[in-house]
């Protein structure tokens, strides 16, 4: 589904070399690291956010290598949310959907079936600065699943949450991805979250990346 | 309870702090106590005053407009982009802020009567093709109004976009978004709170302008005439009570207008 080779990228004194992934269709692959290896760099890579100076990646048959953002339809929860603060939960959920000229009886529709997956069904009025951290982080996977995405990207989405809240997340991100079988790239510096959730957890050092087991974090 | 540090750190902020207040209020205080409520009721019937009233209404509020109009995309700019020369840009952003008033009005004047291309004229070229006036009209009014108060609209504008995180726009774009729609659906509502204090203070600096409105403008009655130059006029002859009746008017004009500015700011409404 997604497959990066020989992936550069260049940024003031950072930069990111050979970089080569590959996550199957419908896999769940967790990527670690340490702080400042580049986990983030690569997602914003992949969902075009970040020039790319050299390499290319591939999703599917298409290469969307220097394709803009927009028309790459991927989903991507960042570390930080960076949630709409004037919107409410449900203006999050059918924000994609709006932009994709959906009506309004059909998003509404998404964005409850979206909404009840992730168990914030009742938040749907609620602005988004009023919400608690896990709430937060459900309204952000939401708005990124919204448009069905074929790829989601998630970037450390657990680090600012409490152990039981955490544990509440997991079992979300498992019902979602039974779901919608979306293929999920999931940089986390948790082991046991990797464990818990990924099929394959990888690590980014600075050799590149490579299967956990060679060269733990 | 309060200790007696706490005590005295609360009570030098009231007193250093309210002395401003106190000062503002005793201005106000001493301008009513010398304006008899008589010669005040005059005063607002007086057709010229009444004139200027309204064409300070007119000409702040187009100029805070056109102020806004400015100020959201160059804060932007120079907020959000990278380029060449953006240090010089930015520098000459603030050089009507910095400028004596009655310079910024010499150069409008000079700018739009010095011969451009061989011998035509600024001022004449808008006169013959659009038919309006500029130098010493109505529009040179707005035009002094807006040098200054843009300036400030830019600098509110600037730092409100500084403090507005570029993620939620960048998730926007991964959303489906153009870097446009990102910018108007997701981050100018984030700055509607910016863009009413850049309004306001816009609006508020219009109304103050006296300098560059007598020197471009002029302030002839009945035609260029805002409440500020009728101060000057007032006083130039020798009417100092109907000077600081005008000032009053200036003064809860600025209450009104800015405590519905406020009103409109304090409201936050959820999408």
């Given at each position: 589904?997604?497959?990066?080779?020989?992936?550069?990228?260049?940024?003031?004194?950072?930069?990111?070399?050979?970089?080569?992934?590959?996550?199957?269709?419908?896999?769940?692959?967790?990527?670690?690291?340490?702080?400042?290896?580049?986990?983030?760099?690569?997602?914003?890579?992949?969902?075009?956010?970040?020039?790319?100076?050299?390499?290319?990646?591939?999703?599917?048959?298409?290469?969307?290598?220097?394709?803009?953002?927009?028309?790459?339809?991927?989903?991507?929860?960042?570390?930080?949310?960076?949630?709409?603060?004037?919107?409410?939960?449900?203006?999050?959920?059918?924000?994609?959907?709006?932009?994709?000229?959906?009506?309004?009886?059909?998003?509404?529709?998404?964005?409850?079936?979206?909404?009840?997956?992730?168990?914030?069904?009742?938040?749907?009025?609620?602005?988004?600065?009023?919400?608690?951290?896990?709430?937060?982080?459900?309204?952000?996977?939401?708005?990124?699943?919204?448009?069905?995405?074929?790829?989601?990207?998630?970037?450390?989405?657990?680090?600012?949450?409490?152990?039981?809240?955490?544990?509440?997340?997991?079992?979300?991100?498992?019902?979602?991805?039974?779901?919608?079988?979306?293929?999920?790239?999931?940089?986390?510096?948790?082991?046991?979250?990797?464990?818990?959730?990924?099929?394959?957890?990888?690590?980014?050092?600075?050799?590149?990346?490579?299967?956990?087991?060679?060269?733990?974090? | 309870?309060?200790?007696?540090?706490?005590?005295?750190?609360?009570?030098?902020?009231?007193?250093?702090?309210?002395?401003?207040?106190?000062?503002?209020?005793?201005?106000?205080?001493?301008?009513?106590?010398?304006?008899?409520?008589?010669?005040?009721?005059?005063?607002?019937?007086?057709r010229e005053i009444q004139f200027a009233a309204w064409l300070t209404l007119k000409t702040c509020t187009l100029a805070a407009i056109l102020s806004i109009l400015v100020g959201i995309p160059l804060g932007y700019i120079l907020s959000r982009m990278r380029f060449p020369l953006r240090w010089l840009v930015d520098a000459l952003v603030?050089?009507?802020?910095?400028?004596?008033?009655?310079?910024?009005?010499?150069?409008?004047?000079?700018?739009?009567?010095?011969?451009?291309?061989?011998?035509?004229?600024?001022?004449?070229?808008?006169?013959?093709?659009?038919?309006?006036?500029?130098?010493?009209?109505?529009?040179?009014?707005?035009?002094?109004?807006?040098?200054?108060?843009?300036?400030?609209?830019?600098?509110?504008?600037?730092?409100?976009?500084?403090?507005?995180?570029?993620?939620?726009?960048?998730?926007?774009?991964?959303?489906?978004?153009?870097?446009?729609?990102?910018?108007?659906?997701?981050?100018?509502?984030?700055?509607?709170?910016?863009?009413?204090?850049?309004?306001?203070?816009?609006?508020?600096?219009?109304?103050?302008?006296?300098?560059?409105?007598?020197?471009?403008?002029?302030?002839?009655?009945?035609?260029?005439?805002?409440?500020?130059?009728?101060?000057?006029?007032?006083?130039?002859?020798?009417?100092?009570?109907?000077?600081?009746?005008?000032?009053?008017?200036?003064?809860?004009?600025?209450?009104?207008?800015?405590?519905?500015?406020?009103?409109?700011?304090?409201?936050?409404?959820?999408?």
């Amino acid at each position: 589904m997604i497959n990066i080779e020989g992936l550069c990228v260049i940024s003031g004194g950072f930069k990111l070399s050979d970089i080569n992934l590959r996550v199957e269709r419908g896999e769940h692959v967790a990527l670690m690291g340490r702080t400042g290896q580049g986990k983030t760099t690569i997602l914003e890579a992949i969902c075009g956010l970040r020039a790319i100076a050299g390499g290319r990646i591939i999703m599917g048959n298409k290469d969307i290598t220097h394709q803009p953002p927009a028309e790459r339809g991927i989903g991507y929860v960042p570390q930080d949310l960076a949630l709409f603060s004037t919107k409410t939960v449900r203006a999050h959920l059918e924000f994609a959907l709006k932009l994709r000229g959906w009506d309004k009886q059909r998003r509404q529709a998404r964005g409850e079936e979206v909404a009840t997956w992730l168990g914030i069904e009742r938040l749907l009025d609620r602005r988004v600065t009023t919400l608690s951290g896990g709430e937060a982080q459900r309204t952000a996977m939401g708005r990124a699943l919204s448009f069905e995405p074929d790829v989601l990207l998630l970037d450390e989405p657990m680090s600012a949450l409490d152990d039981t809240t955490r544990k509440e997340l997991h079992a979300v991100i498992r019902t979602v991805r039974e779901r919608t079988k979306v293929t999920t790239l999931h940089v986390t510096h948790n082991q046991s979250e990797a464990a818990a959730l990924a099929d394959r957890v990888l690590v980014l050092n600075s050799e590149g990346i490579q299967p956990f087991n060679s060269s733990p974090p | 309870m309060l200790s007696a540090g706490d005590k005295a750190f609360r009570g030098s902020l009231i007193i250093l702090g309210g002395s401003y207040v106190l000062l503002v209020l005793a201005l106000l205080v001493a301008d009513i106590a010398y304006c008899s409520a008589e010669h005040l009721k005059g005063l607002f019937f007086k057709r010229e005053i009444q004139f200027a009233a309204w064409l300070t209404l007119k000409t702040c509020t187009l100029a805070a407009i056109l102020s806004i109009l400015v100020g959201i995309p160059l804060g932007y700019i120079l907020s959000r982009m990278r380029f060449p020369l953006r240090w010089l840009v930015d520098a000459l952003v603030d050089i009507p802020v910095v400028l004596p008033p009655l310079v910024v009005g010499l150069s409008l004047l000079i700018l739009f009567n010095q011969p451009i291309v061989g011998e035509t004229r600024l001022e004449q070229w808008l006169q013959d093709n659009f038919h309006a006036k500029v130098t010493y009209g109505e529009l040179g009014v707005i035009l002094a109004q807006f040098s200054v108060a843009a300036a400030f609209a830019v600098r509110t504008m600037r730092v409100t976009f500084d403090q507005i995180t570029p993620r939620a726009e960048q998730v926007a774009l991964t959303l489906g978004c153009s870097r446009l729609q990102a910018f108007y659906k997701v981050t100018l509502p984030e700055a509607w709170r910016g863009v009413v204090t850049a309004f306001t203070l816009a609006w508020a600096r219009s109304l103050g302008e006296f300098g560059p409105i007598m020197v471009f403008a002029g302030a002839t009655r009945m035609k260029t005439e805002v409440l500020s130059t009728t101060v000057f006029l007032e006083l130039s002859v020798g009417s100092l009570e109907s000077a600081v009746g005008v000032s009053l008017l200036m003064v809860a004009v600025a209450i009104i207008v800015l405590l519905i500015l406020r009103g409109i700011g304090m409201e936050g409404r959820a999408t």
